[in-house]
């Protein structure tokens, strides 16, 4: 896979065309988005400004799951970059007419928009996308499925270094329902990718992948062992609908294994943080005092996102660009 | 009130920060809002011209009650200043996945957009977000709940003012459910504010405030009476949700008792002018006959509300832009 | 009706200033058009290029009808253009409060956009709107009822001059329910201003009008007959609503008889283009095969439906910025 993700993602001279996992791209491109990103976000006088990159370039916002949070960081992102931005509702257009999703991609292209930020709940389906792309678009994964959501992982890891600085020295925990979570997934392989010294997976055996050993991490079914010694703590956010099958009994019962609270948080090292994808379900995955104490870095975690897909979508797209450049016309 | 809704929408140069209520505004800061959108309103050759005022920034529409209307007239007014615009639909968004509102509030701050134009259901809505936002982000109230819509009194304020020019000799009657109504609330303190010589409010017992009086209207149940001599005319739009309880018998009845028709108008000064908020109820509210009639200024409200909202979002960005600019690297 | 729409839609020098239908414009004006966007497809480097011959002009999108995709391609149009948009839903607005069209009308007007994009389920509903609007505001029909949709018309005319250049020796034949379908008599209008040597139309009695012949075309009820010798075969979408009533038996009947496969495409010329308005309904109104065959040109016909709306809405805007240039200010 690894290599097949790297001709997808890459161009001949190894810049990022794609943005659609962490999967094949190596220490060097994750630090290059961190600290492209760094640019963005350290701009005196406020987090992140508008600046002039992509005048000129249109934006598809390609939404086939709901998601207003994640399309508004998106929207922001691309503004801030002053690209034109289309949101297209997929639930609501031609596929509803019996139009046949492939119908609706070569469609999509065909109207020329620069880049697609593609969510969808199926796996793999961001990657189908950029496959049948043509030569000068490029696509970012927003969440596929269970499979990758690089995006929320680049924001995560921009969130550690900012607190943490070298990734070398880290032990990472990870909690909850790491099994059906992209991100995880992505958190997993940018950890390792980036070298920390260890990535812990902390959940019930029921919520945590087979394979998980295989994935380079540790595996612990009981919070407080977990966390001890730890420097990073990630909740993953609980999905209602696990709780419909027999995999889960009961938030409350969840809260009593799984949840995250200060006194459990003693067991980590005293500087860790604590880190949620969000939006948490407080009294599920973690008590309001660890939500909205000293340790959480949460609201962070949202601040950078703005700046890591400002950052994804400017290297994308200037390789696109650089391309392109000799055969265009001055604007 | 008073002093509270200066400390937050008032800065300490008595400048505006927040736009939230009328209430605790002086005369002078109401007529600098009226000045502003004249200054934007007077432009030749059209009414209202693209300037770039607040090039660079992001307005993010932050409506939990939907209303079409009113969120379309915050985004025409914020992309004439060359703004850019999030419309974030809150009702589809993550609240639905069970966060809470303050958790929501937090995470769109982190997002840094510069201003939120906020609509609710509940009362203090707005003043709530005002009061947790971060120091560089203004709010404008478009309408909380029963208690304020302050846009609108402003951009009747500045219609009677295109017409009468100035304000202190004006009789102004209210007509229709001033209990329920946030534009009637608002108005009636702008009103008061800028000084006219009289305010009445016109309606059955049931749909007047016990307090009228305390604010400094006059009380009519005969809508022959209340309208003599009176220079303005604002009638109120009929919420059906009204009729459906027992203080309303039924739209033919309520007409009957308080509809506008021209005969009833003949009461009023020759030259008075009629208003409504719009959407209008032809045949409850007001006969067809006075809504496209010579007196009725109902368009002009529409037309002069965009360059109100450009006005209060101009002030409030400006000076949060003076006070940041210090620290802003160069654009 | 001509000379009505004639004296609607051009100004008194002959210019664009609305484009409700290609009835009453002159093979000069739709000539022009074709040139106009081709000026826009033709960019160096990539098929269109944001220009700012649109900046800081504000578009009103009002889709009474929901069409994400029409309504995507004027999105991008615009913006390409430099124009803002208003995506203004009409089904969820103030209609819904008990407001006439009319009122949402003049208060859509009072708001002071330069251009509204018109779809409504209704014929005549764009020159409605177009006869009421103010002397500045331009109106693009994006298809009304089953009346016509000149923009789609126009692209497919554009279509056809890219593949064949000149008009004049070419037969093209419609396919399907012809009756119904504003695309088809946008199409025959444009066929035959632009003087081709024959239009076919193809259906069963119940899908075709009964005036065709009055329209200038050749009748046929046979597909293999129809397509002999034509240079364009153009076929039309199937609504799955014909289906309920009477008029059509089944999905796969209608395949049977009116379907297209490369077998019934031998009588037409080698060298035959076809053309399909999208969404397809696979094995409906062709195979698979002709779809995505030699002979298809349908995604550039998607291709080209953006800069032949660039065309018509900079053609109309810039009549107005011209009557308007000498008592504007500069901006």
Chains 1, 2, 3 share one sequence.
Not at 196 to 204: C, D, L, M, N, Q
């Amino acid at each position: 896979m690894a290599n097949q993700n790297q001709d997808l993602q890459l161009d001949d001279q190894g810049r990022l065309r794609h943005f659609l996992t962490i999967d094949g791209l190596g220490r060097d491109l994750l630090t290059e988005i961190l600290d492209t990103a760094e640019s963005f976000a350290s701009l005196p006088g406020r987090p992140v400004k508008k600046v002039p990159l992509l005048r000129g370039k249109i934006i598809t916002n390609l939404f086939f799951e709901n998601s207003t949070r994640t399309r508004t960081t998106f929207e922001l992102a691309a503004k801030l970059l002053s690209a034109d931005v289309i949101n297209f509702n997929v639930s609501v257009s031609a596929t509803s007419k019996g139009e046949t999703l492939l119908d609706t991609l070569r469609n999509l292209e065909a109207m020329h928009t620069d880049m697609f930020v593609v969510r969808h709940a199926q796996s793999g389906a961001a990657h189908f996308i950029a496959g049948q792309a043509a030569p000068g678009v490029s696509v970012v994964n927003a969440g596929d499925g269970q499979h990758a959501h690089p995006t929320q992982a680049m924001l995560d890891m921009f969130t550690i270094r900012k607190h943490k600085g070298d990734f070398t020295p880290l032990r990472v925990a990870i909690v909850g329902d790491v099994l059906h979570s992209r991100v995880a997934r992505s958190q997993i392989l940018a950890l390792n990718t980036l070298g920390v010294t260890e990535v812990r997976v902390i959940g019930p055996r029921t919520l945590l992948p087979g394979e998980a050993r295989a994935m380079g991490v540790h595996v612990y079914h009981n919070l407080e062992d977990g966390v001890r010694d730890v420097d990073v703590v990630i909740m993953l956010r609980l999905q209602n609908e696990r709780m419909k099958g027999a995999l889960l009994p009961s938030q409350h019962e969840y809260f009593q294994l799984y949840g995250l609270t200060d006194e459990r948080l003693e067991n980590a090292r005293p500087d860790a943080i604590v880190m949620h994808p969000g939006p948490i379900n407080r009294g599920v995955e973690m008590d309001s005092a660890v939500a909205d104490g000293p340790r959480s870095v949460i609201l962070q975690q949202v601040s950078y996102g703005i700046a890591i897909r400002m950052a994804v979508m400017s290297m994308a797209m200037q390789v696109r660009t650089a391309a392109a450049s000799k055969e265009e016309a001055p604007a």
